[in-house]
């Protein structure tokens, strides 16, 4: 209820504040730009996956000093640690590296920012990448319309960074009259609570700005003009420091839960850098003086002394918490969770039952049963129909005929979260198995399992093929089109009741499922001959007939994927009466037979100008031959 | 059924030793005893339904469950020809 009342609440928040402030306006444009480009960035990324890009990464992030220095380097380039860290969620996010990698490009990021310092207060050179957006764009989108996967991927790349620029410039215009309102002189303060109280303001000051640059040129500007005290200006810096990571925050709000812990993980670092420098502030302005008189900095020159110090409390930060990237990783992957995780992970697969055949096998059964739930999920979103309706007893055809419109899914982000991750682990584990098995009933039942699990996967694929022109179908202004689909829909919904049924019943004969294969088939037939008298009366355009011969031949393959499945999962245990079963069990080319007599007998029945009567029953009740009375 | 799927199954029942040759003609016999019963269960319930949707779905049933023991019964007369190992 909640969840359902937060959308419109927050749209009317944002309608009422763009009334409001013009500002506010620009602020909350630049933010959406900059998500924007998170996700075109992100799809970037995964243009390039499977091939060299992994290789380039996976040589450049092999080891944690390797990964540290990459992030170095690029951010010393890029002049921007957010962007660096953004970009490193994006290539989480596509699967590019692990999270290990990923946090000690970050931790390098942190030491490459420190380099900005360096460049305002001895250079007072800045680079704007706000200037490069519009560039970016442009070339961008060009690339993104060329038909190589290449040039599309370099374009969306492009464009996901100049939006990414792009939105930063808006916040930063929108925020300006903030920041140019800022005084910094007027809250010098000395001692702990002007050393907290300026740690506040810097964090608050680059939240707002969105750039710890943005801060560092503030704090060195107002420290060369004495706004502010020196041991102020380095409280300022240690809260740019932390402020920074609010950008990936928000950058990873658009990513996937590998982007979230990265994000954690940088603010992790960032806080404990935050406050070993201030806790150690004494020591360290002791240090910073030192080194500076080493390598000859004027006592006097506060501006650079300040940059030493920025450099040398990230140093700090790095050298402790380097050593503790990878137990960093798995206590975030522990605590963050996806939610669908749990659905994921298997819960019966465990070494102990590997040295049992027979214990193995039975796991492996319910963690199929488990991964048959996920697709049903699946199967079931696929054709916009609740779950509880097709378990239950309830009227499919009406359900069908009330639905208004087509469930929205995102089958590929479903099937890689729930069905591919718990398949590869069952895979994995009946491969174990199978390499402890001796007896031969035990490996063809692994085989015959394994048969399953893959079975449930291309049930998922065909869904996902099916569904594409389903959600549009189901709303067609065509009748033809939309019952069509609704046959369908009802057809799977039934094999689904069916195989819900056997599930619930426990064990049960595999050969039942064969009933609903033949409906499948004989509509699958019918739909043939029914689509020839429509094109040719144009009632439905030849696109749209087509289309439906593939969906009605994906609906037909989905059937027969859940049938095997169910045949090797819900049937009986006994191993020589499964095999039986399996053997008996009725095939394409028996129900393509079963079919053709059905329609002869219809045939000869109405030539013959006998009594309507169902062919089917006229088979069934002879006699089969070579069976004793 | 195609020949050849059949002749697979013949190759793989002389593949198997005698006694598991056995077995698989006693499996099949008893999954064709069960799919009789089944058929005869299904040709009752026929004879009471009275709705038209009912009835088809009962006829459909039916024919695939005569048509599994017509294909049972073909491999069962296969494997009976052959002589044991």
Same mark, same amino acid.
């Given at each position: ?219 060195? /500007? ?50 404990? /850098? ?356 | ?85």
């Amino acid at each position: 209820m909640l969840k359902a009342l937060l959308l419109p609440v927050v749209a009317i928040l944002l309608l009422y504040g763009f009334w409001a402030s013009p500002d506010f306006k620009v602020i909350a444009a630049g933010l959406s730009l900059f998500l924007l480009g998170m996700l075109l960035l992100e799809e970037g990324f995964k243009q390039f996956s499977g091939g060299t890009l992994e290789r380039i990464l996976r040589r450049s992030t092999r080891t944690t000093g390797q990964s540290l220095f990459l992030g170095m380097a690029s951010t010393t380039i890029m002049q921007s640690s957010s962007l660096v860290s953004l970009i490193t969620i994006s290539f989480l996010g596509a699967g590019l590296m692990d999270l290990a990698a990923g946090i000690g490009i970050v931790f390098g990021a942190n030491l490459g920012t420190t380099t900005g310092a360096w460049l305002i207060a001895g250079l007072g050179l800045k680079v704007s990448i706000s200037a490069y957006a519009m560039p970016l764009l442009t070339l961008g989108v060009l690339f993104m319309l060329q038909s190589s996967r290449l040039w599309r991927g370099i374009g969306s790349g492009l464009a996901g960074l100049g939006l990414l620029f792009l939105g930063i410039h808006y916040m930063k215009e929108g925020f300006d009259a903030f920041g140019s309102s800022l005084n910094l002189a007027s809250f010098a303060l000395p001692g702990i609570k002007g050393l907290l109280l300026f740690t506040a303001i810097g964090i608050s000051a680059t939240v707002i700005l969105q750039s710890s640059h943005a801060s560092m040129v503030l704090i060195i /500007t107002a420290l060369a003009a004495q706004q502010v005290t020196y041991e102020n200006a380095l409280a300022l810096a240690i809260g740019a420091n932390v402020g920074t990571t609010i950008t990936a925050i928000i950058g990873s709000l658009g990513a996937g839960i590998d982007g979230r812990r990265l994000a954690a993980a940088h603010l992790i670092f960032n806080v404990t /850098t935050g406050v070993i420098a201030l806790t150690l502030i004494n020591q360290l302005t002791t240090l910073v003086d030192w080194i500076c008189a080493g390598v000859g900095i004027n006592a006097t020159d506060y501006t650079l002394k300040l940059a030493v110090f920025h450099t040398v409390f990230n140093l700090i930060g790095v050298i402790l918490m380097t050593p503790m990237i990878n137990r960093l990783a798995s206590f975030l992957t522990r605590i963050m969770q996806a939610p669908s995780e749990a659905l994921t992970l298997p819960v019966y697969l465990n070494e102990a039952s590997l040295e049992v055949p027979g214990a193995a096998s039975e796991a492996i059964r319910q963690e199929l049963i488990r991964l048959y739930q996920n697709t049903f999920r699946l199967i079931a979103h696929g054709l916009s129909l609740p779950r509880g309706v097709i378990k239950s007893e309830s009227d499919l055809i009406a359900a069908v005929a009330d639905t208004k419109r087509a469930r929205e899914l995102n089958i590929d982000e479903y099937y890689d979260h729930h069905i591919k991750h718990l398949l590869s682990e069952i895979v994995h584990y009946i491969a174990m198995a199978q390499s402890r098995a001796v007896a031969r009933e035990d490996t063809e039942q692994l085989s015959a399992l394994r048969v399953a699990g893959r079975s449930l996967a291309e049930a998922a694929k065909d869904m996902k093929h099916l569904h594409k022109n389903m959600s549009k179908g189901i709303q067609s202004a065509n009748p033809i089109v939309r019952q069509r689909y609704d046959s369908i829909r009802i057809e799977l919904a039934t094999l689904l009741r069916e195989i819900s049924v056997i599930e619930t019943q426990g064990e049960n004969d595999a050969l039942s499922f064969d009933a609903a294969l033949l409906e499948l088939a004989e509509n699958d037939r019918e739909l043939d001959r029914v689509l020839d008298q429509l094109i040719r009366s144009r009632q439905l355009p030849a696109a749209a007939a087509t289309s439906l011969m593939n969906d009605n031949g994906y609906a037909f393959s989905l059937g027969k994927h859940l049938v095997k499945m169910a045949q090797i999962v819900f049937g009986t245990r006994s191993e020589p009466i499964m095999h039986a079963e399996q053997q008996i069990a009725l095939e394409s080319d028996d129900l393509t037979n079963l079919i053709d007599e059905t329609l002869d007998e219809q045939q000869v029945n109405s030539e013959n100008g006998t009594a309507s009567r169902n062919a089917a029953m006229k088979i069934a009740q002879s006699k089969p031959s070579g069976e004793k009375s | 059924m195609k020949m050849r799927k059949i002749l697979q199954k013949v190759q793989d029942f002389l593949d198997a030793d005698s006694r598991s040759q056995q077995q698989q003609m006693d499996s099949i016999s008893e999954v064709l005893e069960k799919l009789k019963g089944k058929e005869k269960k299904l040709q009752d319930e026929l004879a009471q339904a009275l709705e038209a949707e009912e009835k088809n779905t009962l006829e459909r049933k039916i024919a695939v469950c005569h048509a599994q023991r017509k294909k049972g019964l073909a491999i069962l007369k296969q494997l009976r020809t052959l002589p044991p190992e």
